[in-house]
């Protein structure tokens, strides 16, 4: 069974920055993506940054140049950072993971969600 346990998440005032983590645990697996979603009230779910083995990078328009996305694929683990944070930032993000096997074809894992709130 996989994982993903998330750490990072919290209150932070408009202006600052924060470091998400996530580290898959559980299973033997190399992702081939790993990256970040978020969800606001009322609002789908978006893709905020992703990463994969291949070293390609993805980010949501309203993040770039605020975001950075690293993956580590030895330690199963994604991070995330996210500077100049606004209250549009704020929503709950849920790490996620896809697991390429022959078979089976692609498997998915998200991690329970962590909030994120935005004070100004």
């Known amino acids: 069974q996989v994982q993903l346990a998330e750490s990072g998440g919290g209150l932070v005032q408009a202006g600052g920055s924060l470091r998400l983590s996530c580290v898959a645990s559980?299973?033997?697996?190399?992702?081939?993506?790993m990256g970040w979603y978020r969800q606001a009230p009322g609002k789908q779910r978006e893709m905020v940054a992703t990463?994969?083995?291949?070293?390609?990078?993805n980010y949501l328009d309203t993040v770039k140049g605020r975001a950075t996305v690293s993956m580590d694929r030895a330690k199963n683990a994604v991070y995330f950072e996210l500077n100049s944070l606004t209250p549009e930032d704020t929503a709950v993000y849920f790490c996620?993971?896809?697991?390429?096997?022959?078979?089976?074809?692609?498997?998915?894992?998200w991690g329970q969600g962590t909030q994120v709130t935005v004070s100004s």
């Open positions: 559980g299973s033997d697996v190399n992702f081939s993506a």
């Open positions: 996620n993971a896809k697991l390429w096997r022959t078979l089976r074809g692609w498997t998915t894992y």
């Open positions: 990463a994969n083995i291949y070293g390609e990078i």
